[in-house]
């Protein structure tokens, strides 16, 4: 499994509909309005999109509150973190982390320098600063996917001199923002800086995995430069039409923080009943599991045949089949697996 979402490989391991605790998205759906949109947007298919996404950009800015110049998009997060590492000569990452982080510099050709987290999946900035080299392109998940820790701000800004001192780049996935706590905002806080950029998407918070709209704040200088390398029309109209109602539903925002929370909470209280399980603390809309008996395997097994897929993490690299990882999802859904959980013998 390379990544979460593949229920079409495993649709024959129950008969009915099977539970996706491998993939992260929004439980309760994308926000109300967005079908209306959708219907309206059919007839601008027939037209090429606005090459320079002037309307796109002008929205997502006013969501980001920063300024349409420094707003870039793309076909998903992914094309985004394609097209600026192809920008870089060599890639610094931390591992475990988001395997595409890896994968698709080494696909452009590009030097890989993989780093390992602590023991509790902390950056070690002493680590990174020894490591980073001028030109440089650090690659960070804020929060970081599987293990669910969002970066904090004090250690953010110690990670962002080390990539001043150096004179690297800060690329920060934070595709999952929206779920975390609210403690900092990474571009409220970068605003003005000219080595960092951060991106974020439609396809977690606002259940749009289908859309592809991938979108990032950086300097206007930063944006120009990769104007200069992305795919024309990588953002195709109906995600230009999502961009006119999803920033605006601050009811659904809310309420998605909301529930997330509380969801998250009520899994990590019931897993700590678990003792064969051992929870990670996680900030995000999944949780990252070791197993302290069976495997992912044989957990994997047990539980889609009784209509639940989660997430073997294995082929995270710097974990191995004692781990996976589950989302947060419906109160119903998280009852049931938790229950199956523990009816482990």
Known sequence: ?????????????????????SSNINPLGPPKGLKEEMDRAYFELCAYPDIYYRELRQNIAAYLKCDASQVIVGSGALDIINNVSFMFKRIVVFTPCFSEYIKRPAVLGKDVAKLPLDENFRIDTAKLAD?????????????????????????????YYAVVQSKAFL?????????CPESYDSVEVFKGSHDVCVIRAATKFFALPGIRLGYGFASSEFAKRYGNIEMPWSVNSYANAAARCIFKDSDYIERTKEYIKKEREYI?????????????????????????????DIVFERLIKNGIMIRKASNFEGLDASFIRIAVKDHKSNKKLIGLLKEFK
């Open 268 to 296: 990590q209280d019931e897993l700590s009943e678990i003792k064969w399980i051992r929870a990670f603390k996680s900030d995000a809309n999944f949780i990252l599991l070791k197993l302290l008996e069976y495997d992912e």
């Open 1 to 21: 499994m390379i990544h979460g979402g593949d229920l079409e490989t495993y649709k024959n391991k129950y008969n009915g509909n099977i539970i996706d605790f």
């Open 171 to 179: 690329l920060l996935d934070e595709a999952f923002f929206e779920f």
């Open 131 to 159: 490591n980073l080299r001028s030109g440089d392109l650090l690659i960070l998940g804020n929060p970081n996917n599987p293990t669910g820790l969002r970066i904090p701000e004090e250690t953010l800004m110690r990670i």
